[in-house]
């Protein structure tokens, strides 16, 4: 199954746990006018054609966003927004050491985070299992 096929399937499911997650989109493109390719494949940009960075950071997770967590004691009945990271692989694929050190800071600061295959690899990380 193709990744977004399992980014897809992980939404549902940790969804019905209450985890609201959004898909993060990391890379760049450029912006502005697109002149010609030349014969070697090279593309010509226009005159103010500039490159554009979205998503957050080089190896942020695929799918972002939080679990809400009751707190005690002080804090009984109130909830607690936990940011949720979990960088979706297919199956035998690793993440790259920009996204184990991104998933390594979640992890040291309390969020639920981790790399996932499947939606059961998904449901885990979010139950903190």
């Known amino acids: 199954m193709l990744e977004s096929g399992i980014k897809n ?3 549902v499911a940790i969804s019905k746990l209450g985890v609201k997650v959004f898909t993060n989109p990391v890379g760049n493109a450029w912006q502005g006018v697109f002149l010609k390719r030349t014969p070697t494949g090279e593309t010509i940009l226009g005159p103010g054609a ?3 960075q979205y998503g957050l ?3 942020s997770a ?3 966003g939080w679990k809400a967590v009751t707190v005690t004691p002080k804090m009984v009945g109130k909830k607690l927004a936990v940011f949720v990271g979990i960088e979706v692989k297919q199956p035998g694929k690793k993440p790259t050491p920009e ?3 991104f998933q390594n800071h979640l992890r040291a600061d ?3 985070c981790g790399v996932a295959a499947s ?3 998904a449901i885990a990380i ?3 299992e």
């Open 119 to 121: 939606a059961e690899e």
């Open 62 to 64: 695929d799918l972002i």
């Open 110 to 112: 309390g969020a639920f």
């Open 126 to 128: 979010v139950r903190g």
């Open 57 to 59: 950071i080089k190896g």
């Open 50 to 52: 500039r490159r554009i």
């Open 99 to 101: 996204q184990i050190t």
């Open 9 to 11: 399937l992980i939404m």
